[in-house]
């Protein structure tokens, strides 16, 4: 793993015209400036599609194979000849600084009926090949989501012979609904010519694209209702166990996520082909893949449905070694980093020391009674792993240590840096420690980067509303910034 630094920020994040960061013009002026800034990394979340009833997170996708066509930019569409300029207004006065998904979806789902109208009339060719290369997946992905919108309900819902899969009841669904199974795949196509050429983009500029792989797929997804023998699920098709993790950092109470478990033992009979074939995937749109929730692999918490928290679950193991000598076996090279955050038992470090994958360090957890012995500490790190100064899931640094630090944290935190530090300067105090350390890699969520606060926070587990909204304003990134960052890459051997 080469030494770098990278930044952390999600498409739905950049700014935009259009409600929702896309892959239009400012994912290309992003790319330019971690360029400009000598950064080797861009990282983003999961790029699968969300629903405002899973409160649109990411790690809740409908498939885990199809994109997000929200990500979509109208404006890539009119350079295609697939809209108009006068098609895409009025444009709705959205909020700037947040998405409003709702909003968002509604505005989006007009052009893009006009954009179909519009590829009706040309050549099919390029998504003829596009639906050849990804039928595997994407004929009934496209079905799924149309019958979702059909019968406007989750799949367990659904008419039996629907719900249960039988040839005949598809049949007729897909005759029924051709029109609108082929607009969905119209999109998947221009979803993925959208992302390959933004990827080719950042690769020219040497950013390599880091990935982000939810462990679990959302029990209302395309996976479950395609592949029902590999989840824990009763005679009902309902999930009959649900995951989470017992209680942590972020909740006394524990999380409780609602994906289905996996049935390990039906996976390693089928040779682990789902997830085979998923991670062939996800390795062509990135350069390397962060899998969430990586103890999961070894052992996971399940919890019986129904319940209210996740306290009383219990620890399953899972076939981990023999799972990833198969992919190891399929993919030499295998460019994945393990979120290991959370209970972390020697099993777990054991398998990533065998297969050599970095693991994750957090600047934030770092400043507690054991700093000394703390392996998120600096001068506890090791050469192969992520160090980041907060994630997706917990508080900006600002946002840290105006809200959440007690007097003891930043006496710690002074006493480690040998000197005081405000709210206005303790983030380039992270960034300096993180550049410093003997780290591989260091990847900063742009919160940081910009010194801001807590209402820049993306996610806040355990709840279920106000997430994933957070946007850039283009006045933010001021010119300055790149150039003290180049200076601290330049110093500390990241260039």
Request: aromatic letters at 14%.
């Given at each position: 793993m080469q030494r770098g630094s990278g930044i952390l920020l999600h498409i739905t994040s950049l700014p935009s015209t259009y409600g929702i960061g896309d892959m239009g013009p400012w994912a290309y002026k992003f790319a330019d400036f971690l360029s400009e800034a000598k950064q080797r990394f861009w990282h983003i979340l999961p790029l699968n599609p969300t629903t405002p009833a899973s409160g649109n997170s990411p790690y809740h996708g409908l498939s885990a194979f199809a994109g997000n066509t929200l990500f979509i930019s109208p404006e890539l569409m009119i350079h295609e000849g697939l809209l108009t300029k006068e098609e895409i207004e009025p444009v709705s006065s959205f909020q700037k600084d947040k998405v409003e998904y709702l909003k968002v979806i509604s505005y989006k789902e007009k052009i893009f009926s006009r954009a179909y109208e519009h590829f009706k009339k040309k050549d099919k060719s390029e998504f003829e090949k596009f639906c050849s290369e990804n039928s595997s997946w994407l004929e009934d992905f496209a079905l799924f989501a149309t019958l979702r919108v059909h019968f406007g309900k989750v799949c367990r819902e659904w008419p039996l012979e629907i719900r249960d899969r039988q040839p005949g009841a598809l049949q007729k669904s897909k005759e029924q609904l051709h029109d609108k199974i082929e607009m969905e795949k119209f999109l998947?196509?221009?979803?993925?010519?959208?992302?390959?050429?933004?990827?080719?983009?950042?690769?020219?500029?040497?950013?390599?694209?880091?990935?982000?792989i939810p462990i679990y797929v959302d029990y209302d997804s395309a996976d479950v209702w395609m592949n029902p023998e590999i989840f824990k699920l009763n005679g009902e098709?309902?999930?009959?166990?649900?995951?989470?993790?017992?209680?942590?950092?972020?909740?006394?109470?524990?999380?409780?996520?609602?994906?289905?478990?996996?049935?390990?033992?039906?996976?390693?009979?089928?040779?682990?082909?789902?997830?085979?074939?998923?991670?062939?995937?996800?390795l062509k749109l990135f350069d390397l893949a962060r899998i969430d929730h990586f103890r999961g692999f070894v052992a996971y918490w399940e919890v019986q449905a129904g319940e209210k928290?996740?306290?009383?679950?219990?620890?399953?193991?899972?076939?981990?070694?023999?799972?990833?000598?198969?992919?190891?076996?399929?993919?030499?090279?295998?460019?994945?980093?393990?979120?290991?955050?959370?209970?972390?038992?020697?099993?777990?470090?054991?398998?990533?020391?065998?297969?050599?994958?970095?693991?994750?360090?957090?600047?934030?957890?770092?400043?507690?009674?054991?700093?000394?012995?703390?392996?998120?500490?600096?001068?506890?790190?090791?050469?192969?792993?992520?160090?980041?100064?907060?994630?997706?899931?917990?508080?900006?640094?600002?946002?840290?240590?105006?809200?959440?630090?007690?007097?003891?944290?930043?006496?710690?935190?002074?006493?480690y840096l040998g000197h005081k530090v405000s709210a206005w300067d303790v983030?380039?105090?992270?960034?300096?420690?993180?550049?410093?350390?003997?780290?591989?890699?260091?990847?900063?969520?742009?919160?940081?980067?910009?010194?801001?606060?807590?209402?820049?926070?993306?996610?806040?587990?355990?709840?279920?509303?106000?997430?994933?909204?957070?946007?850039?304003?283009?006045?933010?990134?001021?010119?300055?910034?790149?150039?003290?960052?180049?200076?601290?890459?330049?110093?500390?051997?990241?260039?």
């Open positions: 998947q196509h221009v979803f993925f010519k959208q992302w390959f050429s933004l990827k080719r983009y950042c690769n020219h500029k040497g950013i390599q694209i880091i990935g982000d098709k309902q999930p009959s166990f649900i995951a989470g993790v017992p209680p942590d950092y972020f909740s006394s109470t524990g999380q409780l996520w609602g994906h289905p478990v996996y049935r390990w033992d039906v996976l390693k009979e089928l040779g682990y082909s789902w997830w085979t074939q998923r991670i062939e995937h996800n928290t996740a306290i009383r679950g219990r620890w399953v193991e899972a076939p981990a070694e023999d799972f990833f000598a198969k992919l190891r076996k399929r993919f030499p090279n295998l460019p994945i980093l393990a979120e290991d955050l959370g209970t972390i038992t020697p099993d777990v470090r054991e398998l990533m020391n065998r297969f050599e994958f970095p693991g994750m360090r957090v600047l934030l957890f770092a400043f507690g009674e054991d700093l000394s012995t703390n392996p998120y500490a600096p001068h506890n790190y090791v050469k192969n792993c992520v160090v980041y100064t907060g994630t997706h899931d917990t508080n900006t640094v600002r946002g840290w240590f105006e809200r959440e630090a007690t007097p003891k944290d930043k006496e710690r935190l002074f006493r983030h380039w105090e992270f960034i300096r420690l993180a550049m410093m350390s003997v780290a591989n890699m260091v990847i900063f969520p742009l919160q940081d980067i910009l010194g801001l606060g807590e209402d820049a926070r993306m996610n806040r587990p355990a709840t279920t509303e106000g997430n994933w909204q957070w946007r850039l304003l283009p006045e933010q990134l001021i010119p300055p910034l790149p150039r003290r960052l180049l200076e601290m890459i330049e110093i500390y051997g990241r260039a």
